[in-house]
């Protein structure tokens, strides 16, 4: 009897270490750097994320033995994305809904809510620190709101807001660019009620928006994507307007169908294009410094890019994808939304000092 408890007991303890075993996340491939040499490299191609089992591992044999093959949930057709802490939220707008990854628990969740939360066309997401998920839904034509633990909190905007098509929460307030109104709506955190729209300008002025798509806060300063006029103009928070960045145009620092913006702690700018499949990065003063990318060949290359995103938090979970030449400074997600490579990631990266 005591013997066949232990045996029990050992079964038990193996298959639970077995069942949390899993290979690290997603695959690596051949190094594949940006700009190419001789020049100094600073974007190094890391891994890409395709489907659930890049995130799982999938299952050890001897989980499979008892249980079968793990179901393996593909990323379909992505466009927004939100790193926060160690989770990835990412809009799919062929789910419908948003796949959620956890780096810290290696988990993978399809994020498909019902009843006064259900999402018809997710287009882009943003996510506070306090894990405050603000969707921006396109056919609903308002904004989607889901607490911590993804449960139904609210909607607003709808009304006000004729096509929204990003989201951004910044102090007491909450952001929404609409592509169709051609304004920023601004609303407030506390009881979602709109303080007000703008730009308040005609076509014939620098400061109005043709079509914004995607918007960045940072410092006091708010980014929009004009997708009508192919730039990137920038207003302060309370709506007044500063200057535009780059022109239509296929010559090195132009757009021709500009869409998601990041910027990093040094305020360059990163803008997706998805006709060049690339995407450009931009200096405090509106200076081309580079651009990555490009048509899809291969791991590491674009197929119709939609979003930028650029994280400090989870460097750890990637590291082993980097060169043993460079150093990791931060990494950079960018979704695209045909092709193999879902999301791809890359990192910013040194190279290392020679001592």
């Not at 905007?157 to 096509?163: A, D, L, P, S, T």
Request: some cysteine.
């Amino acid at each position: 009897m005591k013997i066949k408890f232990f045996l029990l007991c050992l079964i038990s303890i193996i298959f639970i270490f077995l069942a949390s075993c899993s290979t690290k996340i997603a695959r690596k491939s051949e190094l594949v750097i940006f700009p190419s040499p001789p020049d100094t490299t600073r974007i190094q191609y890391l891994t890409s994320i395709r489907s659930s089992i890049d995130i799982t591992g999938g299952r050890s044999w001897f989980v499979r033995m008892i249980m079968g093959e793990e179901k393996d949930y593909p990323i379909q057709k992505p466009y927004g994305i939100s790193v926060v802490k160690n989770k990835i939220y990412i809009c799919d707008t062929k789910l419908p809904g948003l796949e959620i990854i956890d780096l810290g628990k290696k988990t993978f969740d399809n994020f498909t809510p019902g009843g006064r939360g259900v999402l018809k066309l997710p287009i882009n997401c943003f996510v506070d620190e306090n894990y405050i998920l603000y969707v921006a839904d396109v056919d609903r034509k308002d904004i989607v709101v889901f607490d911590k633990n993804n449960e139904f909190l609210t909607s607003f905007g709808n009304g006000v807001i004729e096509k929204p098509t990003d989201v951004f929460a910044y102090k007491d307030k909450i952001y929404v660019a609409d592509i169709k109104g051609g304004k920023i709506h601004v609303f407030s955190k506390d009881d979602y009620s709109l303080i007000k729209s703008f730009p308040d300008a005609d076509t014939s002025e620098a400061e109005y928006l043709h079509q914004p798509t995607n918007i960045y806060i940072k410092d006091d300063y708010l980014y929009v994507t004009d997708f009508g006029e192919f730039n990137i103009k920038v207003y302060d928070i309370d709506g007044k307007y500063i200057k535009s960045i780059s022109s239509y145009g296929n010559g090195i620092g132009q757009l021709v169908r500009p869409k998601g913006i990041a910027l990093d702690k040094d305020n360059n700018l990163y803008v997706v294009d998805a006709a060049f499949e690339n995407v450009q990065i931009f200096n405090p003063e509106g200076q081309v410094l580079m651009f990555f990318g490009g048509s899809y060949k291969g791991e590491g290359y674009m197929y119709m890019p939609a979003k930028v995103a650029i994280d400090y938090e989870n460097l750890d979970y990637f590291r082993d994808y980097v060169d043993p030449a460079f150093d990791l400074k931060f990494l950079i997600f960018v979704t695209n939304q045909f092709g193999p490579d879902k999301i791809t990631i890359y990192g910013f990266v040194e190279p290392k000092k020679v001592h």
